[in-house]
């Protein structure tokens, strides 16, 4: 059975990372005409997917491996 929550701060942080990068660069947002915030502030020129936000994951675990 589980509590439903990460009792780990280190997990609890990644989770709320991913859903802060979901939330600005992936997510379309109406009031923005269908742009992500990110893409309104000119920092991104694409929505991201969710794949490329996992390539992001892949490449921070392949650094600290080294």
Do not use: C
């Amino acid at each position: 059975m589980s509590s439903g929550f990460s009792k780990k701060v280190e997990n609890l942080a990644a989770a709320v990372s991913l859903h802060f990068m979901y939330y600005n660069f992936a997510r379309p947002h109406m009031a923005l005409n269908g742009q992500t915030p990110a893409m309104k502030a000119g920092i991104a020129d694409h929505q991201w997917t969710v794949t490329e936000i996992a390539a992001l994951l892949d490449r921070k675990a392949q650094k600290g491996s080294n």
